[in-house]
């Protein structure tokens, strides 16, 4: 977490002409890369506009509740207006499923918005991710301007 959010961001943020702030941020990650992305974007709603889990691995010792998603669908607060985006996506073949699951009801239980896809036959697996990478890449860009002229002016 320190790396992403210390080092990274603002190296990237520095060295390269970049929209530097929450709208133009999204984090997610595949399998125990998205129970870190839910942790990390959980945690920091003002920097992440939309965060993802393909295939998360949410396993309740993975982490101390204060940084384990499943903990945290049922505890995290979101300032007004810094809720971010959220999407969890699984095959219904994988090991994963009932863990999302969890996650799911619990943020419906809360009146927390969450895009929630099961697709069929899909495993835990490089084709199952590969498969679904555009849906991923759509999710996060989906709010992000179109055109040369919407985006801050260092990028046109």
Not at 103 to 128: F, K, M, Q, S, W
Request: charged letters at 20%; aromatic letters at 12%; glycine letters at 8%.
């Amino acid at each position: 977490e320190d790396v992403i959010l210390k080092e990274l961001i603002p190296a990237v943020q520095t060295n390269f002409c970049t929209w530097e702030d929450r709208d133009g941020r999204a984090i997610g990650g595949i399998s125990r890369g998205g129970f870190w992305a839910w942790s990390i974007g959980l945690r920091n709603p003002a920097l992440f506009s939309a965060v993802g889990g393909h295939s998360a691995a949410f396993y309740p010792d993975n982490a101390p509740a204060s940084y384990n998603p499943m903990a945290l669908a049922r505890t995290a607060r979101f300032p007004p207006g810094q809720q971010p985006r959220l999407w969890l996506d699984v095959g219904d073949q994988d090991l994963a499923k009932e863990t999302l699951d969890t996650v799911r009801e619990a943020l419906a239980g809360r009146e927390i918005d969450l895009t929630y896809t099961v697709i069929p036959g899909g495993e835990h697996t490089n084709v199952y991710w590969a498969e679904n990478a555009s849906a991923y890449l759509a999710f996060y860009g989906a709010l992000w301007p179109k055109t040369l002229a919407d985006l801050p002016s260092c990028l046109q």
